[in-house]
């Protein structure tokens, strides 16, 4: 009697975990949104995050503006 009883309340958990699983989940973050636009710390253009250098809090367009600028605060 007590197994029956286990056993149900699995059944029960197994039910609740599946409704759980089916719930619409959130959309998944595509890389194709819109995404932000930063300002190269070096030359002042505007370039999608996604596509930014970062050093530190500062945001670069290209290598190139990273390491200069890396050599002129140093
Ligand atoms: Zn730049």
Redesign the pocket.
């Known amino acids: 009697m007590r197994t029956l009883l286990i056993i149900i309340a699995l059944v029960i958990i197994v039910m609740i975990v599946k409704r759980l699983w089916q719930k619409p989940r959130p959309p998944a973050q595509s890389g194709q949104q819109p995404g932000k636009m930063v300002q190269?710390?070096?030359?002042?253009?505007y370039?999608p995050e996604q596509e930014a250098l970062t050093r530190g809090e500062q945001r670069?367009?290209?290598q190139?503006?990273l390491d200069e600028d890396m050599r002129n605060s140093s």
Not at 40 to 45: K, M, P, T, Y
């Open positions: 190269c710390a070096n030359c002042g253009i370039i670069y367009c290209s190139a503006h």
